[in-house]
Nanobody, 115 residues
């Protein structure tokens, strides 16, 4: 089993920055994909960014140039640096790990961006 623990959410003004962290523990394959998804009220969960063990990344168009995903393979931790935040970035952000063909999810952390 895999456990994901997220931290770093909160309230920030538009234009501000936040950094999310997600530490994974348990039976994780060395080769995996870690990422962040978000779900705004009344909306579907959507991909924000993801990163492979080798460091390849992809981002949602809406966050390109503002968000940066990174990871520490030794710590099994993924980070999301969010800058130039907008009110439309307000959502619950979920950590995700795809390992051995199975998707694992964190409980989510709320990010609120005030205008």
């Amino acid at each position: 089993q895999v456990q994901l623990v997220e931290s770093g959410g909160g309230l920030v003004q538009a234009g501000g920055s936040l950094r999310l962290s997600c530490a994974a523990s348990g039976s994780i394959f060395r080769v995996n994909i870690m990422g962040w998804y978000r779900q705004a009220p009344g909306a579907q969960r959507e991909l924000v960014a993801r990163i492979t063990t080798g460091g390849s990344t992809n981002y949602a168009d809406s966050v390109k140039g503002r968000f940066t995903i990174s990871r520490d393979n030794f710590k099994n931790t993924v980070y999301l640096q969010m800058s130039s935040l907008k009110p439309e970035d307000t959502a619950v952000y979920y950590c995700n790990v795809l390992s051995g063909g199975t998707n694992y999810w964190g409980k989510g952390t709320l990010v609120t961006v005030s205008s």
